[in-house]
């Protein structure tokens, strides 16, 4: 906009009209400026050409505006501009909702943000901090955007301890040890089966140790929280029971004591990722850090523990990947029993305003 400073009339842009003049105004001005020829004795203050005269009706009365085509500006003498009709500053009514409507349209707005943002969060990126990417050399991946604990994880917590006391003190005589309290499949009865629970405890070494603890820290404290002491203490119970199952079925007449709690931290680590499909983990691939939703992550290890399957079957690899399927597959039965019978409380019981309440994957 030019403002004349002698007689204050002003030069304003075609732009700043369309923001402040309803349309069919500045739509019927500019047609008539296309198409009269009337020359006016005005110059266009910028690019000193004579401007256009264009009549244009106001409030049932004629005015007569200066306009430049070039430079898309029309003049107004004193007050003219403020003739024009404006458009309406005020904003429609809106109908008042109740709190209960109010609140859920806050959720969805907020549901809506974190969709978009867990979107740009997937893919390549960097991590927090530099100790992740050593997690990530050892093959560790690091937890993500995690639900907030609330109590505080005992079982975990005592499980982690008794793990990693029982093996350091097995350390001496480790041989010895695993031979008398290991798993071994043609002899599970011995000691009246409780090697089934020995063999948990015993790890073959500190790298073995420290890998099986750091999944039980990091996944285990959310599950603790979500399902209870109790039944969190049931998941790890059957889920290492299957496990065990499973790889004396795949091997009945062995006599190679198999040992470690990775059935059991599998079972929770299926159940993690079930139960929080939203949450994410860091993890190096090809020497670059990415983000993955833990969805991603359970179906990336499942394939992995399938091939190492096979190759346990084919007597090609000492670790076993059966025991790990089994103890993943109470967990997925745990998953969907559990966020089931969830489901069916929320409906009966709950209101959907209730932002506290935990609702299922996918609900």
């Given amino acids: 906009m030019w403002v004349c400073p002698s007689c204050d009339g002003r030069a304003v842009s075609l732009e700043v009209i369309r923001k402040v003049v309803p349309q069919s105004v500045v739509k019927e001005l500019w047609q008539r400026t296309l198409y009269e020829e009337i020359t006016s004795k005005a110059r266009c203050p910028v690019c000193t050409r004579r401007m256009s005269v264009v009549t244009l009706s106001v409030q049932e ?70 100790w992740e990417v050593i997690l990530g050399y050892f093959g560790m991946p690091v937890e993500y955007n995690a639900r907030n604990i609330r109590n505080t994880p005992v079982i975990t917590w005592t499980l982690s301890v008794l793990i990693l006391i029982v093996t350091i003190a097995s350390l001496y005589n480790l041989e010895a040890v ?40 990091i996944f285990g404290d959310n599950v603790e929280d979500v399902l209870g002491k109790q039944l969190y203490v049931l998941l790890i119970m059957f889920s290492a029971l299957a496990g065990d199952l499973a790889h004396i079925l795949s091997e009945p007449g062995a006599a190679t004591p198999v040992i470690g709690a990775s059935g059991g931290i599998s079972g929770v680590l299926a159940y993690y990722c079930l139960r929080f499909p939203r949450a994410k983990v860091g993890v190096l691939w090809w020497l670059r850090w990415i983000r993955i939703p833990v969805g991603w992550m359970l179906g990336l290890w499942t394939l992995g523990q399938i091939i ?18 089994g103890g993943a597959a109470v967990g997925v039965l745990f998953g969907w029993g559990t966020t089931h019978g969830q489901s069916k409380r929320v409906v009966g019981s709950e209101t959907a305003m209730n932002p506290d309440v935990q609702r299922p994957p996918g609900g």
């Avoid at 500053?89 to 109740?98: A, Q, T």
């Avoid at 695993?178 to 500190?206: C, E, M, Y």
């Avoid at 190492?308 to 399927?325: K, M, N, P, Y």
Wanted: proline share 6%.
């Fill in 61 to 130: 009365k004629k005015k007569y505006l200066d306009v430049c085509q070039r430079c898309r500006f029309i003049w107004f003498d004193p007050h003219e501009f403020e003739e024009l009709p404006l458009i309406s500053s005020e904003k429609p009514p809106r109908e008042d909702l109740p709190l209960e409507g109010r609140e859920a349209l806050a959720l969805a707005r907020l549901e809506a943000l974190k969709e978009r943002q867990e979107l740009r969060e997937i893919g390549p990126g960097a991590p927090d901090h530099w």
């Fill in 308 to 325: 190492g399957a096979l190759r346990q079957i084919s007597g090609f690899e000492s670790v076993s990947a059966l025991a790990h399927l």
């Fill in 178 to 217: 695993v031979k008398n309290w290991g798993l071994i499949p043609d002899q599970f009865t011995r000691h009246f089966g409780l090697t089934f629970i020995s063999s948990f405890f015993l790890h073959a070494g500190l790298i073995h140790l420290m890998g099986n603890l750091y999944f039980l820290m």
